[in-house]
């Protein structure tokens, strides 16, 4: 059985797009391997956030993300600072990361370009934090988006410089998770690219059955086809993704049909998305609702996966500890 990791940041709600981009897989995947799911909020110290918003980030995210079917009993799922090994550990890789690496890390001189003003060390070490995340479990596989694919490439130098400094085996060089043929990509509303956390582009998990169909009704499209069979416009076509996705096919085909004779009304279609939508997104948020209520349930899934995420950094921890030369009088 490999071990899979998988870091989630703290802050921002799910929207459809993490949900068929990520979490659906998350799901599948904690069926097949040993997984760690955390939520690092370490990371997002580097932002400054106030200590209330600090806590209420992490549980709503924790929320969110048993809601849409994380399995305490199947993988184990905690918070990064709950787990004072991962610091530990941050510590000691720090000692093998260079300054020229770190600052040409892309991540890195994007924060330099965009908020001068807080340039802190934290941003600089953020792939160190990373790497130990990673590390701290010996983990195989890591699922990582493209914004994340340098962070893992540097988790993996780190990995192989500790084995050759210290000529041992012991790191394992963690690889990119591959969803393989499962990535789903979900345009958003607003005719752009993917879906993201801008206001009206994306459908939330927590979305409220007339905010979806105001969304909906709201989404871009055009004027309407005026040529048979013709290709619909980036919008358009958007719409028809997401029902291909949402939407049982007899659905999709009959709107795409109406498409193709120019007969289609994008009132009826978005009204009938809109609804398809709300019958996948109102169990997921009556799950959050449900969730939410129960801090007893939240204490006890937190307590037990820092639990489990302590007892194998642990491990790990003492090895390195004893490879580097530590020793006890
Ligand atoms: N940096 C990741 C992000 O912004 C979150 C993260 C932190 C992470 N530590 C990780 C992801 C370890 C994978 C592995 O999305």
Known sequence: MKTVLS?????????????????????KMQHQNKCYFFIADYHSLTT??????LHKNVRQVLVEY???????????LYVQSDVPEISELYLLLNMNAYLGELERTTSFKDKARKQPDNLNAGLLTYPVLMAADILIHNSH??????????????ARKFAR????MYKCNFFNEPEPYNFGEALIKI???DGTGKMGKSEGNGIFLIDEDKTIRKKLMRAVTDQGPTTPNSTPPEPVENLFKIMKIVSDEITYKFFKEQYANCSIR????????????????????ENIYRI???????????SIGAERARESAGKTLKEVRKIMGFKSF
């Open 7 to 27: 870091g989630i940041r703290s802050t921002g709600n799910l929207h459809l797009g993490n949900y068929f981009g990520a979490v659906k897989n998350f799901v």
């Open 48 to 53: 400054h956030p106030t200590p209330q918003n």
């Open 66 to 76: 048993l809601a849409a079917g994380l399995d305490p009993e199947l993988a184990t």
């Open 141 to 154: 596989y890591v699922p990582v988006g493209k914004d994340q694919e340098q962070h893992l490439e540097m």
């Open 161 to 164: 410089r500790f084995n050759n």
């Open 187 to 189: 345009p958003g509303l």
């Open 266 to 285: 994008y009132g009826d279609m978005k009204k009938q998305l809109a609804e398809d939508l709300i019958k996948l997104i109102t169990p997921l948020r």
């Open 292 to 302: 939410n209520s129960d801090n007893d349930y939240i204490r006890k899934v937190a």
